[in-house]
């Protein structure tokens, strides 16, 4: 029988509730719907599931900065730039990085925003223009009417929110270097001080702690104004969570009634996206307010990428399938978040910066490990039971695609050739303990016709099985089915 075994992450309060993991793995769907078919045409359980696991991208450098960690990175008319440690550098496409000015650290994100002849940068309250023509940082925070938080740009002005106020001000049109002090506004719909900005669709959202609210250019005197009607009950949790993503804004709440449900906008109206599994998490991490997130396309899917420091995760929500799972290092035998914290598409790749590090990382499906450190994935299925009676386990076959070992193959303790291997145990109460590793081979390059099974599972009223993958190559899973023995 087929049990479910292809799914998302979702681990609550209690693993009695639920305790499914999906640690770097993304789930895709099978759009032709082949199963389906199959299904129809020879009856009874026999098709594949529509769902299966797809191996998460490694990393490998990309380029090193003279320092770090990468604070964020940018693209402006082809040229690409990086922010490490206090400095900024551009760096060509071989990974050469040019020194172009110091713009402070505080060791959070940077925040930036672009013209076609400007890129205006704040970094750790301060704020900067960068002129492409003439590569001269400008610092402009002595125009402005307090320590800088946040940058965006819309119909030629740039925009900055003033740190532990409600005021954000505009520049000069296509000019970052000027700053009039008459173009400071106030937020007079909320009372709250501005948590965060960002421009979607050539409207200014500002966000506070317990609302957002949008504006709109209408070339009046104070620039952009206030949308009528468009005010909405709900803030952010942390300054720099939200981001644009499917021609939707992206974000992590906080209001006066709690805080940490991920929401994606849908005109003027939030739709919550996360889970209790993601809400009860987020809720967990003690550095949640300091969570900063970005976004990705690759493959046809579009990540939203969520890296709290601490955390033993980075959440990742795929917007196309609507499902989320974990993206994890694997240091000293513990999972951490994923190395990355910014993204930018640069030179035809993914490129991601560091938190840890002044190493900027290329994220491809070409790389079967993170930087050369082992790539641990994880799918833990759903609890098998039958109203607590007893089940008798036969034997479990994985469709694992296999025969996708490497030339030249890997090699065993004693350096002799080996299959890559697939690693089961399984937990008899519910996932609160599990029991010993028992290994099946997924065939060295070419034997694609190997299963991966397990015999002799034993009994129980309720069972979870866990399934982990270590060796670097790619992992497709496509279903696991359950034989139960009379």
């Not at 594949?48 to 990309?62: D, E, K, R």
């Not at 970052?176 to 960002?198: C, D, K, R, Y």
């Not at 079967?368 to 007893?390: H, Q, S, Y």
């Amino acid at each position: 029988m087929r049990f479910g075994f292809c799914g998302p992450s979702y681990t609550v309060q209690s693993p009695s509730i639920a305790d499914e993991e999906c640690i770097n793995f993304f789930l895709q769907t099978n759009e032709s719907q082949g199963g389906i078919v199959a299904k129809k045409v020879y009856g009874g359980n026999t098709a594949n599931s529509l769902l299966a696991l797809i191996y998460t991208p490694g990393i490998s450098v990309f380029a090193t900065l003279p320092q770090g960690p990468v604070r964020g990175q940018f693209l402006n008319e082809g040229r690409y730039f990086a922010i490490g440690g206090d400095s900024l550098y551009e760096v060509s496409s071989a990974g050469a990085a040019t020194l172009r000015g110091v713009v402070g650290n505080d060791g959070r994100p940077i925040s930036f925003a672009n013209s076609q002849i400007q890129t205006l940068i704040v970094s750790a309250g301060r704020a900067f223009c960068f002129t492409l023509a003439t590569n001269a940082l400008k610092e402009v925070t002595d125009q402005l009417a307090g320590p800088a938080l946040q940058c965006e740009y819309s119909d030629g002005f740039g925009i900055i929110a003033i740190q532990n106020s409600n005021k954000f001000q505009f520049s000069n049109p296509l000019d970052f270097t000027t700053w009039p002090g008459l173009q400071v506004n106030e937020v007079s719909v909320f009372s709250e001080n501005i948590a965060s900005i960002i421009c979607n669709h050539r409207e200014l959202w500002i966000f506070g702690s317990k609302h957002y609210q949008p504006y709109q250019d209408t070339g009046s005197a104070e620039l952009f104004d206030v949308i009528p009607g468009a005010m909405i009950e709900t803030g952010c949790g942390a300054t720099f969570a939200p981001c644009r993503a499917d021609n939707s804004v992206f974000w992590v709440d906080q209001s006066e009634r709690g805080a940490w449900s991920c929401w994606r906008s849908s005109g003027y109206t939030p739709v919550r996206i996360s889970t209790h599994a993601v809400e009860v998490a987020l809720t967990s991490y003690a550095n949640s307010a300091q969570m900063v997130s970005y976004a990705y396309q690759d493959a046809g899917h579009t990540f939203w990428v969520l890296y709290i420091p601490g955390a033993p995760c980075s959440w990742v929500f795929d917007i196309a399938e609507g499902l989320w799972h974990k993206r994890c290092s694997w240091v000293n035998g513990k999972f951490g978040p994923h190395f990355s914290w910014n993204h930018c598409f640069a030179f035809g790749m993914h490129l991601v910066g560091d938190w840890n590090s002044p190493n900027i990382y290329q994220l491809s499906g070409a790389n079967l490990t993170d930087n050369g450190a082992t790539i641990r994935r994880v799918r833990r299925a759903p609890t098998i039971l039958d109203e607590m009676k007893w089940m008798r386990h036969a034997q479990m076959v994985v469709d694992i695609d296999t025969g996708l070992g490497p030339q030249p193959p890997l090699l065993d303790g004693l350096f002799n050739p080996r299959a890559p291997q697939a690693i089961l145990r399984w937990s008899d109460d519910r996932g609160h303990t599990f029991g010993n590793d028992h290994v099946a081979n997924c065939g060295q390059a070419g034997q694609f016709k190997v299963r991966a099974i397990w015999r002799r599972l034993g009994r129980s009223r309720y069972r979870v099985y866990e399934l982990v993958v270590t060796d670097p190559i790619p992992w497709y899973i496509t279903d696991a089915y359950l034989e139960m023995a009379p």
